[in-house]
């Protein structure tokens, strides 16, 4: 089951170019079966979740991409934004009360990567600082797969994973109908609801995948 996990609409992520209803019909026709949607700081309310899967026909879960101390963050599982999220550790306690999931998105690619060009010398240094920062052990899965990112800042976050021995997962991170597609999460077992796919994803049942 392919579901892309890294989505950004209109109204609530205001840097977005697309509206619901065209990042699902663009799901659809790629030939994904699920979108999630993971506004900035921002969280759809469960009945309008419902309200888009009824009118679509179409799989689509809320979540929310979270700007932290340490990086940004995939969550799924909480319904609301409350003071102290801009702290990651913060994060990782209310998922744990809550059973949700926490994905590390796109890591590193806001510091050292934006550019895409660096040094052999300074990867390394980034990646063993990587490795060595233990927050990323709190993470359930590492987006290794990010379709706005280059090859070099995606083989980062698929070394890192691979060195943690963490799930590595994939997303769109769209902000436009052509951005939708390219990427996804592959599940091993048909995800119905939220519940089952926070279970699949944190029992890294899954991989990124490119289509």
């Not at 979270?66 to 999220?85: A, P, Q, R």
């Not at 009360?97 to 240094?125: N, Q, T």
Request: some cysteine.
């Amino acid at each position: 089951m392919l579901i892309d996990i890294h989505t950004h609409t209109v109204p609530l992520s205001d840097d977005s170019d697309m509206a619901p209803s065209e990042l699902i019909e663009r799901a659809k026709a790629s030939g994904l079966d699920g979108v999630c949607l993971t506004e900035h700081d921002a969280f759809w309310k469960h009945d309008d979740i419902a309200a888009l899967r009824r009118r679509h026909g179409f799989l689509v879960l809320p979540g929310a991409e979270l700007n932290t101390d340490e990086e940004h963050l995939l969550v799924f599982g909480l319904e609301k934004w409350i003071v102290g999220m801009s702290r990651a550790k913060f994060v990782r306690e209310l998922l744990d009360k809550a059973g949700g999931a926490m994905v590390v998105a796109h890591p590193f690619r806001r510091r050292i990567l934006k550019h895409g060009e660096f040094s052999s010398e300074r990867y390394r240094k980034e990646f063993d600082r990587a490795c060595e920062n233990p927050f990323f052990g709190t993470a359930d899965a590492i987006e290794v797969l990010n379709a706005r990112g280059n090859d070099r800042q995606n083989a980062f976050s698929r070394e890192l994973a691979e060195r943690l021995n963490m799930p590595g997962v994939g997303g769109s991170d769209a902000h436009d109908p052509a951005e939708v597609g390219h990427v996804a999460t592959e599940f091993d077992k048909k995800i119905t609801d939220l519940e089952e796919f926070i279970t699949e994803l944190k029992a890294g049942r899954c991989r990124a995948v490119r289509l």
